[in-house]
C-alpha cells in the first residue's frame, strides 16, 4: 500500500493495542515512502468494546452515558463536558488520547464530534 495517509484505530482488537513498533512501520509505504498514520477516536459516544467499558454500566449510569445509538448498537452518547468522562479522554497516562500519542501517531481523528446535536433535542 502507498497511501500517503492511513486513518487506523489504535487497537487491533477489543484488547491488544498497536505498538509504537507497530506505528512506525506503518508510516513507511512499500514504495520507500513516508506517510502520516492518523489514530481513530470517538469522543462523542462511549463503546461498549473499549478498554474504558465498565461492565456495570447502562445508559445514565454514570450520569453522562446516555441512549444507545440504535445505528450502531454498543455506542453510546456520552455527556462530552463532563469531568469523568474526560478523565478517559485525556489528561493521564491511561486515558485514550494519551495511549494514542504514546504509540506514535502522527495525529487523531476525533468522531461523534457532532453529539451536542443530540443534545439540543
Do not use: C
Request: no cysteine; aromatic share 18%.
Amino acid at each position: 500500500m502507498n497511501y500517503d495517509l492511513l486513518i487506523i484505530d489504535l487497537f487491533s482488537n477489543a484488547s491488544t493495542s498497536l505498538s509504537q513498533s507497530d506505528v512506525s512501520s506503518l508510516k513507511t509505504k512499500q514504495n520507500g515512502g513516508t506517510r502520516l498514520v492518523i489514530a481513530y477516536m470517538s469522543i462523542g459516544e462511549a463503546e461498549n468494546y473499549r478498554f474504558y467499558w465498565k461492565q456495570d454500566w447502562k445508559t445514565g449510569s454514570p450520569s453522562w452515558l446516555r441512549e444507545e445509538n440504535p445505528e450502531w448498537p454498543g455506542n453510546y452518547a456520552v455527556r462530552y463536558w463532563h469531568p469523568d468522562w474526560k478523565k478517559i479522554i485525556y489528561g493521564n497516562s491511561d486515558a485514550y488520547l494519551d495511549r494514542i500519542l504514546a504509540a506514535g501517531f502522527d495525529g487523531v481523528y476525533l468522531d461523534k464530534i457532532d453529539v451536542f446535536e443530540y443534545f439540543e433535542k
